[in-house]
Structure formats: C-alpha cells, structure tokens
C-alpha cells in the first residue's frame, strides 16, 4: 500500500513537470516624438532602443499621418519587422489622419475598430487578438482623452469601451493599452476587473504634453483574473551628452497569463449517409 502510494506521487510529480509555464507577455505603450528634427534626428536610435525591448506587442499613442510623409509608427514596424496596423476615425482621403498604431510580433487572428463617443469628436478604439504561445489574448487599444475633459464625458467613453469588450472579448484574456486623462482611482471605477500595471504613475516630465498630476496617462490595464503582473519599466531613450535628460517615450509591461481558454473543438463529421 505503501508502494502505491509513491508511485501516485511519483506520476504526479512528472506530471506537475510537463505541464507547460504559463506564456509570458511583454507589452509596451509608447509615444514617439512629432515629425521633425527630433524624430528624423532621433528615429534610428529609437528604433534600436525598441528592437532591443523584444517587445511582442507595440502601441503607439497619438500616431500623426500626413499624405506626403510615412506614417512614423509603421515605419518603426517595418524597421524592426512587426506588422503595423493604423487606427484612425479620419477618412482616408484626409491629407492628415491621427490616431494609434499597434505593432505586434505575434499572429494576428482577428481585428476590429470602434468609435468611442460622449464627445465632439469621437475617438477611436482598435482591438486585435493575437496568439501567443497557447494562449489566444484581446489587446484593446485607446486614447481616452476627450476635448471635453470631464467626468461625464470620460464615463461616456469607458462606458461604450465596456460594451465593446463585452461584445467582442469572447470572455479571453484583454488588456487594454491607452492614454487615460482620468485619474488613477476614476479610470480603475469605469474599467471593474482591470488593473493598471503602473499602480502609482508618477508625473510625467516629457511625454510630448505638459503633464497634469491628476491624470493616468500612458499605461497598460490587465485583466486581474487573466494575468499576473511581472514587472514595469520606463522606456527612454538617453540623450548622447546626457545634458538635456532622457527622451521618455512611454512605459512597456511583462505579465504572465495566468488563464488561458482552449481553442474551441471542431465539430464531429457527419456520419455517412447523414445530413
């Protein structure tokens, strides 16, 4: 009896052994410099600071595309060989579009798009689901930062957020990467179940807007039922003689899935001679 006993522990332990590690996620949320000297003078450095990240997801906040000049994101993408998609409320036709970009490393397999209201102009919203490792993963991508920067109007475009989520997450792992004017405690309200990895977001000195303390800001929120929080870094980019400080460009996220939901089964073949 004994001896049954060890060989239950001992299958146990081999099995405790094969099972796969949980997929690690490293996701970061940027905002590169405005197209000018310090970009052009800047972009290849900070496409080698990316590159050296090994990011698997990129988002890029507050993308400017002008009709006669490449879009800065997607020319990071092709220079560090991600994908690139651009998402803009702006008609294509228009000679300047704004809106965010995501770059990611992993398989695509479905994209979608909304409009967030409660303001003038409506901001966009983008949603990709990406396969990493085992695990298939939302990564929702916002810039909540109204004209109308008020309680009301922020609870406007959280509460269709939510809706959105809920219609399209198929209850799989999200994250929701963006750029919050509401603060900490309000933006955790509007988003239940959703954790910011920066938990105390210190004011930003150079994020391409005067900082204002109260607000967010750039961050990555994950699902807590779905994720682990690994660490938080600050990316920037040193300058050469140091003098001037660091060019920050945004933050970047390593979390561990924590829930993966299996793939769907494919149905049963009819038998022969069945409809």
């Given at each position: 009896m004994l001896r049954w006993g060890c060989f239950g522990l001992l299958v146990l332990s081999f099995s405790v052994l094969a099972e796969a590690p949980a997929p690690v996620l490293k996701i970061a949320n940027l905002r590169l410099p405005p197209a000018g000297e310090v970009w052009a003078g800047n972009r290849e450095r900070i496409a080698a600071l990316i590159q050296d990240l090994q990011a698997d997801v990129i988002v890029v906040q507050d993308?400017?595309?002008?009709?006669?000049?490449?879009?800065?994101?997607?020319?990071?993408?092709?220079?560090?060989?991600?994908?690139?998609?651009?998402?803009?409320?702006?008609?294509?036709?228009?000679?300047?579009?704004?809106?965010?970009?995501?770059?990611?490393?992993?398989?695509a397999l479905e994209d979608g798009i909304t409009l967030l209201h409660g303001d003038q102009n409506p901001a966009v919203a983008g949603m990709q689901r990406l396969q990493l490792q085992r695990a298939r993963l939302n990564v929702y991508a916002a810039s909540m930062r109204p004209s109308d920067n008020t309680t009301i109007v922020r609870g406007h475009q959280a509460a269709d957020l939510r809706a959105w989520m809920d219609a399209t997450s198929q209850?799989?792992?999200?994250?929701?990467?963006?750029?919050?004017?509401?603060?900490?405690?309000?933006?955790?309200?509007?988003?239940?179940?959703?954790?910011?990895?920066?938990?105390?977001?210190?004011?930003?000195?150079?994020?391409?807007?005067?900082?204002n303390p109260d607000e967010h800001g750039l961050d990555v929120l994950y699902q807590v039922?779905?994720?682990?929080?690994?660490t938080q870094q600050a990316v920037e980019l040193t300058e050469p003689d140091d003098q001037a400080g660091p060019l920050r460009l945004g933050m970047m996220a390593t979390l561990r899935v924590t829930r993966v939901v299996p793939e769907?089964?494919?149905?049963?073949?009819?038998?022969?001679?069945?409809l």
């Open positions: 993308v400017r595309q002008a009709s006669d000049s490449s879009n800065p994101a997607c020319w990071l993408g092709t220079r560090i060989r991600y994908s690139c998609d651009f998402i803009s409320a702006d008609r294509p036709s228009q000679a300047q579009r704004r809106g965010n970009a995501v770059l990611t490393r992993l398989t209850t799989l792992p999200s994250l929701v990467v963006g750029d919050f004017a509401a603060p900490t405690d309000e933006l955790v309200r509007q988003l239940p179940g959703f954790q910011p990895a920066r938990r105390n977001p210190s004011v930003r000195r150079n994020e391409g807007r005067a900082a039922r779905s994720f682990a929080d690994i769907p089964a494919d149905p049963p073949e009819p038998e022969p001679g069945m």
